[in-house]
């Protein structure tokens, strides 16, 4: 069995190993709106939920001053809001596409061809073809080494009702992407396994 201490690696290494072995990480394609009204949308495959009664996800983002932020860490900060969307096969290409870096006054949907939708109870708008959308206002965001943490309350969802299965959502039909280590995506293929516990 091969092992290591992370202090005697570099940076790099250490996070390959990270990335390759946390695995598959699922990809929120977050929108957001800055103060000066233009809409930003980037995938963030560490992402997650916290919390469950009152939903709450977050994502991080590398740390640094405000003015190094990425605009997505940024305008959620500063207006309190960002829109958690669910990435799907069909829409890989258009998500690995807003990935680009752009100045901030440029939009990562036009670049994209990527179509809005209007939420309810943000400003942000949302992917219009995801399956799913999640309205979020910011909760909190909490430095953890190189790492800026942002957890959001989600307010609204939106859901595809062809999704639905007796008012329910049916993993079957929802083929989410997820990000492996190095250059590699998968995509959901859910496996039928009855828990004895």
């Known amino acids: 069995m091969h092992e ?8 790099d290494e250490v996070a390959r190993f ?7 990480r699922p990809i929120a394609w ?7 009204g233009v809409d930003n949308l980037a995938p963030f495959s560490s992402y997650n939920y916290v919390s469950l009664r009152e939903p709450t996800v977050l994502f991080n983002t590398p740390n640094g001053d ?5 605009d997505t860490a940024r305008n959620a900060l500063e207006t309190g809001e960002f829109v958690v969307n669910v990435v799907t ?12 870096s752009l100045p901030p006054e440029e939009s990562e949907f036009d670049l994209a061809g990527v179509e809005r939708a209007d939420c309810r109870t943000v400003s942000a708008p949302r992917v219009a073809d995801a399956p799913v959308s999640m309205e ?10 190189d790492k800026l943490m942002i957890l959001g309350d989600v307010q609204r ?3 595809d009702e062809a999704l639905l299965s007796d008012g329910k959502i049916d993993s079957r039909n929802l083929d989410t992407v997820g990000r492996l280590g190095g250059p590699y995506y998968t995509v959901s293929d859910p496996v039928e396994f009855e828990r004895q516990f």
């Open 4 to 11: 290591f201490d992370p202090d005697e690696r570099s940076s």
């Open 18 to 24: 990270v990335k390759t072995v946390v695995t598959p």
């Open 30 to 36: 977050i929108s957001t709106r800055s103060e000066d």
């Open 66 to 70: 405000r003015s190094e932020l990425k």
């Open 89 to 100: 096969e069909s829409e890989i290409e258009r998500m690995d596409h807003t990935s680009a």
């Open 136 to 145: 979020c206002t910011l909760h909190d965001s909490l430095e953890v080494h």
């Open 157 to 159: 969802v939106h859901v």
